[in-house]
């Protein structure tokens, strides 16, 4: 099963992320949980000083946008 991990403080741009990597998930029929990181020191540990960002299995593929439900899909596969 994969993690995928939305990093972000829970601003409208996170929570459109997190909404998108849920329906990638669903869409995919990838086996995957979607975790919500809120906690700065937790996603400044990723190296990440923009968010949101979106991390799989612990690797950070985006920073600072949302991408599309499609650009999800293609980072789970």
Same mark, same amino acid.
Do not use: A, F, Q, Y
């Given at each position: 099963m994969k993690l995928i991990q939305v990093l972000g403080p829970g601003?409208? #741009?996170?929570e459109k992320l997190k909404h998108n990597a849920e329906a990638a998930v669903a869409q995919s029929g990838v086996e995957a949980a979607v975790e919500? =990181?809120?906690? =700065?020191? *937790?996603i400044t540990g990723f190296g990440v000083m923009m968010t949101p960002a979106l991390a799989v299995d612990g690797e950070v593929k985006l *920073?600072? #946008? *949302?991408?599309?439900?499609?650009?999800i899909k293609k980072l789970l596969t």
């Open positions: 601003c409208p #741009k996170c919500k =990181i809120t906690d =700065i020191n *937790v *920073v600072g #946008k *949302v991408p599309s439900v499609e650009e």
